[in-house]
């Protein structure tokens, strides 16, 4: 730190150098004057150019040059015959001279120069590394927000800035970004910046750096570097927006064949009971027809069944429309699993009435803390995908237990055919049927609709292929820990 201090003041006060290569020549000649009756001339020399080095070495070549000077007179004034004047009255000692200052002169060259090699050799590999570092660091961003403040970040570290801001203007879909990072003890906003470098690209403007360092002026190597910095911000900045509109593009394309596949499905679902009832009702209101006849009890319970199919419908795809927008929020009590089962079975009563149904629900089983309508719901979706799926006649089985783990596992099996293994894991997505539309009704939103139920619950369901049909598992937690939404309620007191 006190050797950056020291190059800062050096880079404000030049002059500053050359006083230094006088004082040490000086002090030098202090020194020498001790001992001036003890060494000869030509030691004197030799000891002489140790300050012209070390000037060239650590100012460059005008302080160098300027102790080869000072100390050729000081030279000629302390130590040669007759002391304390310029003169020199043997040809000898006028030798010596000539021959220390073209030396003096030739070091502080060499030594300068190499001086100026090793300093540009080793701005250039702080160049290289700052922008290494710059561009590692950039390369894993896609935000907007975390590339502009990874900007300012290295900036203040690169170039030892009191203050850095960056300003990113407001563009088509997207709006102005500010950061700032402020180094000073007493901040003062009237201080213009240091440097600004803009933020360009082909495409336009995209904004600014400002940087305040009125400690020590920027150097054309610093500015050239805070210029690439620039650079390649602004390239992360056109990958970062061009990855968002590819993501949009993306959403668009999802959402467009969503919509198709929704149409498509819910308008073949739409159809179908409304034809039927449409039929019913046309032969309801023909007087062939009598009212007490069983065809009109027939055709009114065909209304019925047709009214709830389309009800359920409905109530599914406002469901699936909850669970997309994350407002499917259970509002759990405690509640007995056997009761919700038991619901369920009677609102499916007339859909089985082709198929045996089991029951092996416990009423010794806990309380669990569910939504007692939602749960509900899943056990009318599994039921009706079970009897969708397996022949008349056959037993659609409901079994729950207990597991270790604070956990409760219900299975709803049938015994209708395997599904293939690559599309177990499929079923429960929207719209995703392995049995084609025209053999089997729905809109393919019951099962995804389970998946969303229960995974608000906290529990989590999967399908597997038995030896003799097929089954769904869910799990629901038997305690609230864990749980954040909804109403909680105390278990009630036996």
């Known amino acids: 730190m006190l050797r950056r201090t020291f190059a800062n003041w050096l880079k404000m006060y ?3 150098a050359y006083l230094l290569a006088v004082l040490i020549t000086a002090l030098t000649t202090g020194l020498l004057l001790i001992a001036r009756n003890d060494i000869n001339t030509t030691l004197v020399a030799l000891l002489y150019l140790l300050p012209v080095g070390l000037s060239s070495a650590l100012w460059g070549l005008g302080p160098g040059a300027l102790a080869a000077l000072a100390s050729f007179i000081a030279f000629n004034f302390f130590f040669i015959p007759p002391y304390y004047t310029l003169l020199v ?4 000692d006028l030798v010596v001279l000539l021959v220390f200052f073209g030396v003096s002169i030739t070091i502080g060259q060499l030594v300068g120069r190499v001086r100026k090699n090793l300093s540009e050799a080793t701005a250039r590999e702080h160049e290289a590394y700052r922008m290494y570092e710059l561009s590692t660091r950039l390369a894993g961003l896609r935000q907007e927000d975390e590339i502009v403040h990874t900007l300012a970040e290295h900036s203040q570290l690169s170039f030892w800035a009191e ?12 709006s102005p970004l500010y950061v ?3 180094k000073r003890e007493q901040p003062d906003d009237n201080v213009k910046p240091t440097l600004l470098m803009p933020l360009q690209s082909p495409a336009g403007y995209w904004g600014e750096i400002r940087l305040w360092r009125p400690s020590s002026p920027f150097t054309q190597a610093e500015e050239r570097l805070l210029q690439t910095f620039a650079n390649q911000s602004v390239l992360a900045l056109e990958r970062a927006r061009l990855s968002q509109a590819a993501s949009r593009a993306r959403l668009l394309e999802e959402s467009d064949r969503f919509k198709s596949s929704l149409l498509s499905s819910v308008s073949h679902e739409l ?27 027939d055709l009114l319970a065909v209304v019925e069944e047709e009214t709830d199919n389309l009800n359920q419908l409905v109530g599914n795809l406002l469901n699936m429309s909850r669970i997309e927008a994350g407002a499917l929020k259970p509002q759990r009590s405690w509640n ?20 045996h149904l089991e029951t092996d629900v416990s009423d010794d089983l806990p309380l669990v803390p569910v939504d007692y309508f939602q749960i509900e719901q899943v056990f009318i979706n599994l039921i009706s995908n079970s009897i969708k799926y397996s022949p008349e006649d056959t037993t659609v089985a409901i079994h729950a237990r207990r597991l270790d783990g604070g956990m409760l596992q219900v299975t709803v099996s049938n015994q209708g055919p395997p599904v293939p293994a690559e599309h177990l894991e499929r079923i429960f997505d ?6 084609a539309a025209d053999r089997v009704t729905g809109a393919g939103l019951g099962l995804s609709i389970c998946k ?24 629901l937690p038997l305690s609230w820990e864990g749980f954040h939404e909804g109403t909680r309620q105390e278990l009630p007191e036996e």
């Open 430 to 435: 929207k719209f995703y049927r392995v049995t």
């Open 14 to 16: 030049p002059a500053l």
């Open 336 to 355: 007995l699993l056997a009761e919700i089962a038991s619901s369920a079975i009677d609102r499916m009563r007339k859909q089985t009435q082709k198929h």
């Open 452 to 475: 969303g139920i229960v995974e608000a619950h906290g529990g989590r369901i999967w399908a597997e292929n038995l030896a003799l049909g097929f089954a769904f598992h869910f799990t």
């Open 163 to 174: 203050r850095v801001d960056v300003l990113i203007e407001a563009r088509t879909g997207s």
């Open 180 to 182: 700032s990072i402020d």
């Open 89 to 92: 009255h043997h040809t000898q």
């Open 271 to 297: 159809r179908t009971p409304l034809a039927t009832i449409k039929a019913a009702v046309t032969s309801l209101r023909t007087e062939t027809v009598p009212w007490d006849s069983e065809a009109r009890a």
